[in-house]
Each structure stands twice: as structure tokens, then as C-alpha cells.
Nanobody
């Protein structure tokens, strides 16, 4: 079992930046596939970015070139650096962990994840 806790959300003007952080309670799960998801009001949860056990990353087309996912084993933390933010990025952002080690393509499908954080709100003002 692992607990995930997000922080770093807030309100920012369009074009600005935020860095989200996810504290991972177990260092074992840091080696697994980790991801960031978001859900806007009235919309389904969508995958934003993922990082696999080898450090390879994957992104949704809507955030490629603007968001960067990374992890720090020394701090047991997952990060999402978000630059050039747009109003359509407004959503509740959650981190998630897979049960298993994954050296294949990083996945941003929510069905592949077992453990979820509570989320942190990001609001981008136009």
C-alpha cells in the first residue's frame, strides 16, 4: 500500500508556471510507473503525463512541450512542472501510482493505476 499527497496547486495568470509535487509514502513505489492526471468540472479524468521505472516519460498531446514530469528518489517525490499555462489547463490534478515496475512505454491510461492522491486544484486565469 502507498499513500500519495499532492501540493503546489493554486491560481495563476495565463502564460504563467506552477510546479506540482506529489509525496510518495513508500520508496518501493517510486520505482513503479507514476503519473499525473487531471479532471475539469463536467469532464472525465484524463492522463497528463507519466514516467516509467527507467525514467522514460510520456505526455498527452495537449501538454507536450509545456509540462515536464520528473521524480526525485532521494525525496520520494514526483513533480509536474507546468509552463505556458492556459485557461483550459484549469482542473483538479492528481498523482497516481501503478502496482508494478514498468520499463515499457509510460502509460497515461487511468485504468493502469491503482493508487491515487486526493488532488490539488489548478486555476489558470485569462
Amino acid at each position: 500500500q502507498v499513500q500519495l499527497m499532492e501540493s503546489g496547486g493554486g491560481s495563476v495568470q495565463a502564460g504563467g508556471s506552477l510546479r506540482l509535487s506529489c509525496a510518495v509514502s513508500s520508496s518501493t513505489y517510486m520505482r513503479n510507473n507514476l503519473g499525473w492526471f487531471r479532471q475539469a468540472p463536467g469532464k472525465e479524468r484524463e492522463g497528463v503525463a507519466a514516467i516509467n521505472s527507467g525514467g522514460s516519460t510520456g505526455y498527452a498531446d495537449s501538454v507536450k512541450g509545456r509540462f515536464t514530469i520528473s521524480k526525485d528518489y532521494t525525496k520520494n517525490r514526483l513533480y509536474l512542472q507546468m509552463d505556458s499555462l492556459k485557461p483550459e489547463d484549469t482542473a483538479m490534478y492528481s498523482c497516481a501510482a501503478n502496482k508494478r515496475v514498468n520499463f515499457g512505454p509510460p502509460t497515461i491510461f487511468r485504468e493502469d493505476y491503482t493508487y491515487w492522491g486526493q488532488g490539488t486544484q489548478v486555476t489558470v486565469l485569462s
